[in-house]
């Protein structure tokens, strides 16, 4: 079956800086555009960034642009986000996705999730 195991969460200082893995298996990876999403306490899920199946193309939330970087290794099977200048307000679990059509925007575009990593920046 298929697994997206994330994992390089923790707690960090704002202005700090962390890396998000996502690893996939039970498909074939580059079939896949992957997609970060986060949801913060009693908040919706929200998109963060996503990447093509070559990883060629990017698309990121605009309070994450030139913060964050999604970027993919398809011989790993892999999926990263470098997240630097965090800040209090990125908080959250964050949770990695795949979509076979697109690398869309909406969490109900995506056909496989992760259970998510945790990511509290203290302030």
């Known amino acids: 079956q298929v697994q997206l195991v994330e994992s390089g969460g923790g707690l960090v200082q704002a202005g700090g800086s962390l890396r998000l893995s996502c690893a996939a298996s039970g498909l074939t990876f580059s079939n896949y555009c992957m997609g970060w999403f986060r949801q913060a306490p009693g908040k919706e899920r929200e998109f963060v960034a996503a990447a093509s199946w070559s990883g060629a193309s990017t698309v990121y939330a605009d309070s994450v642009k030139d913060r964050f970087t999604i970027s993919r290794d398809n011989a790993k099977n892999t999926v990263y986000l470098r997240m630097n200048s965090l800040k209090p307000e990125d908080t959250a679990v964050y949770y990695c996705?795949?979509?076979?059509?697109?690398?869309?925007?909406?969490?109900?575009?995506?056909?496989?999730w992760g259970q998510g990593t945790q990511v509290t920046v203290s302030s």
């Open positions: 996705a795949a979509d076979r059509a697109d690398f869309g925007t909406d969490s109900y575009e995506y056909d496989y």
